[in-house]
């Protein structure tokens, strides 16, 4: 069991080394980071660790870039605690893909 | 009688992180039966009770979402009458020669609005369902999980839901069943091309092309609540229900692919026919609309997509 500290709420919890981060925190029924789809695609739990060792699942490139991911940001979801951890709850990425209207294809 | 140009969903092209947990999850866990692999690397999947040879399509990709939804078109003249109307509309199309994926005729692919791709074809090989076509039975052998008897609809997620609407109804030939209004702006559209409740729904969201649901019909509410113990088996992320739809008045449940693509089981609904009006539901009565039973939004139902 690893302890994990959400440093911009305050929260904290135990981890169990089998476990990802959000299942850590939903079944202890804790709170602090936000549960999307639970499988690294939507983006809605990215965190970014500030101190401590994890390894990581595939996560969508949409939300995490391999800078990003190499600077410790992360999907909740897809991060297995290797030791204790203080991470920081980012949430969803404001996308740069938002489309202005009448964007038809061919005009 | 209906005389559509577009017979039905035909098949959807969903990216995924991992591609053997997520033919696991679409085989062992919803039921679907493996019919081919090409040589991308692509996994073709269906639906025990449809005949054609695929509704869904899978690739591995650094991203989950959605590639394109296809729609089967009733000919091939239809379809090249279809492209031709598409293209008069202001829209680009672009032909995909038969044989690009396996068992499918050649295709017209263009982009909605709302940022999303679809795809129309009129040929697609039969695989069958698993029993004759003569003296049949009732149901193939065999099944494994949710089995779904066949793909239903896909909820996408963009701007533009209006334009998109407009598309599918002065073009493609579909009737707007149901909608949400806010005041006068249209935020969501449930379309059907055939006598089902929806074919496709356009829901709003600020970015364009992102993938809501792909849904998969089941005989009863019954068999909504047998895969809600299936999915609890197999440690699948649950999102929503089961529960009851306002719009639409399906049983449901929602719940992810391992890879964060979101999927519906769904029974019942209403039968659609052409001549009954449109139903509209207001923004304040939208938890009603969406969740029935519970009458709130779910945390995740609007802000969660791929």
Known sequence: MHLIRIMNSNEQFYCDVEKNLLQGMQSLARKGIPVGCRGGGCGICRIKVQKGLYDCKRMSRDHVSEIEQADGIALACRLYPKSDLDIEVLGLKTSKKICTHNEKEGN | ?306
Not at chain 2, 67 to 94: C, H, N, P, W
Not at chain 2, 179 to 194: I, K, L, T
Not at chain 2, 256 to 281: A, C, H, K, M, Q
């Open chain 2, 1 to 306: 009688m209906n005389n559509k140009p577009i017979s039905r969903p035909g098949h959807v092209a969903l990216r995924v992180l991992d591609l053997d947990e997520s033919i696991h999850h679409y085989v062992d866990v919803l039921g679907l039966i493996e019919t081919g692999r090409d040589s991308q690397g692509r996994v073709y999947l269906k639906a025990w009770d449809e005949h054609d040879h695929h509704c869904l399509i899978l690739r591995e990709a650094d991203s989950p979402g959605m590639d394109y939804m296809a729609f089967k078109v009733v000919s091939e003249s239809e379809l090249k009458r279809l492209a031709q109307a598409i293209e008069d509309y202001g829209i680009s199309t672009e032909w995909i020669k038969a044989g690009e994926s396996l068992a499918t005729g050649e295709r017209v692919r263009f982009t909605a609005p709302t940022g999303h791709v679809f795809e129309l074809y009129a040929h697609k090989d039969i695989y069958g369902n698993g029993m004759p076509t003569t003296n049949p039975g009732i149901q193939a052998q065999n099944l494994k999980g949710i089995h779904p008897s066949r793909f239903d609809h896909c909820a996408l997620m963009g701007n533009g839901v209006e334009e998109s609407y407009r598309l599918f109804k002065d073009v493609l030939g579909f009737d707007l069943t149901e909608q949400v209004v806010d005041g006068e702006n249209m935020m969501a559209a449930f379309m059907s091309c055939s006598n089902k409740p929806h074919d496709v729904a356009f829901i709003f969201a600020e970015e364009k092309g992102k993938f809501h649901h792909m849904s998969f019909f089941v005989d009863s509410w019954a068999q909504v609540l047998a895969a809600a113990d299936i999915i609890a088996n197999h440690d699948v992320s649950h999102e929503v229900g089961p529960t009851r739809h306002g719009i639409t008045r399906g049983e449901t449940m929602y719940f992810f692919d391992p890879s964060g693509n979101r999927n519906e089981v769904f029974s019942g609904g209403y039968i659609w026919y052409s001549d009954r009006p449109t139903l509209t539901w207001t923004t304040d009565e939208l938890p009603r609309a969406i969740f029935f039973t519970e009458r709130k939004l779910s945390e995740t139902f609007f802000k969660v997509m791929t």
